[in-house]
């Protein structure tokens, strides 16, 4: 998980996406055209939440979101996504 210099606002989260997947269950290697967009991240930043609506998650959560959910940023040469947390579907407790 990286450190960055950036604070969402309100309940708005900043995400680093994990890597796609390089091969399938059978082991084929899936070419870079192929590849899904990652739908899984760890959160590295999150707002203080609204004034009624406390924050749900924290950072260092390894999270679900949609596939098209977010706005893709980069930030000294990391890909992040950032979204307001009610575009999250999920915790993912380990």
């Not at 707002?47 to 260092?60: A, R, Y």
């Not at 980069?74 to 407790?93: C, P, Q, R, W």
Request: hydrophobic share 40%; aromatic share 4%.
């Amino acid at each position: 998980m990286s450190q960055v210099n950036i604070t969402p606002l309100a309940d708005r989260v900043l995400i680093e996406p994990a890597a796609a997947e390089e091969k399938t269950a059978s082991g084929i290697i899936i070419p870079d055209t192929a590849k899904e967009k990652p739908q899984r991240g760890i959160v590295v930043a999150a707002g203080s939440g609204k004034k009624d609506e406390p924050m749900t998650v924290k950072v260092g959560d390894t999270v679900l979101y949609g596939k098209y959910a977010g706005t893709e940023l980069s930030v000294e040469g990391n890909d992040y996504l950032i979204m307001k947390e009610s575009d999250l579907f999920a915790i993912i407790n380990s």
